[in-house]
């Protein structure tokens, strides 16, 4: 089974500041999809960037980039230049490409970002 | 383009009542997902569909919980009877679901307490 680990609980960053909230994942599998999802106190889930695991090449959404690093099996997200809509929950979380598994995502428990003015 | 409807927003049950939840996912969207949410944790995968077949459901616990996808477009999920434990949001989403990197969308969900 595959599992991912978000061990910061609580992250604080200043307005304008840059943050790294981590994620480590267990696979057996060599390709797969990461992704970074945020979630305001709306509970609206949204999707913030993802990865497939053989494209080196980290991916980039305007603030918001990861570093992948496969070996490692951790995939973080850095957000420049924080604004105070950043503040969530942010999961990070897992698919495998197996169309039997459906897609279905697994998820961490997530990381509360809070931004300070 | 609408997003996943989800309804109720909040509801507040005792235990051992019944409790059943609707999500409308968006049009198109083949695949749908029933999340639960405990607090304090990531969302779990209860149950999917792929139009109005069931593709997963190993982690939904079949003598209280049950769901089912209408013509392959709306979606109940029922609880009967409710424990403490099933207190959370459960989160319905969709997507086109042809390949692994079709983004999901989700639904504001429904918090539901149990007392």
């Known amino acids: 089974a595959q599992t991912v680990t978000q061990s910061q609980p609580e992250m604080s960053v200043q307005e304008a500041e840059t943050v790294t909230l981590s994620c480590t994942y267990d696979t057996s599998e060599s390709d797969y999809y990461l992704f970074w999802y945020k979630q305001p106190p709306s509970r609206q889930m949204i999707l913030v960037i993802r990865?497939?695991?053989?494209?080196?090449q980290n991916a980039t959404e305007n603030r918001f980039s990861v570093n992948f690093q496969k070996a490692a099996k951790s995939f973080s997200l850095k957000i420049s230049d924080s604004q105070l809509g950043d503040a969530a929950m942010y999961f990070c979380a897992y698919t495998p490409p197996l169309a039997n598994s459906g897609y279905a995502l697994n998820f961490g428990k997530g990381t509360s970002l809070l931004v300070t003015p | 383009e609408a997003g996943v409807a989800q309804s109720p927003r909040y509801k507040i049950i005792e235990k051992r009542q019944s409790v059943a939840f609707w999500c409308n996912p968006i049009s198109g969207h083949a695949t749908l997902y029933w999340y639960q949410q405990i607090l304090g944790q990531g969302p779990k995968l209860l149950i999917q569909?792929?139009?109005?077949?069931?593709?997963?459901d190993s982690q939904l616990p079949k003598d209280r919980f049950s769901a089912e996808r209408l013509k392959g477009v709306d979606s109940t999920l029922k609880i009967q009877p409710a424990k403490l434990e099933d207190s959370a949001v459960y989160l319905c989403a969709s997507s086109l679901g042809r390949i692994f990197t079709d983004t999901q969308y989700f639904g504001p969900g429904t918090r539901l307490t149990v007392l």
């Open positions: 569909f792929q139009n109005n077949g069931v593709v997963d």
């Open positions: 990865q497939e695991a053989y494209k080196q």
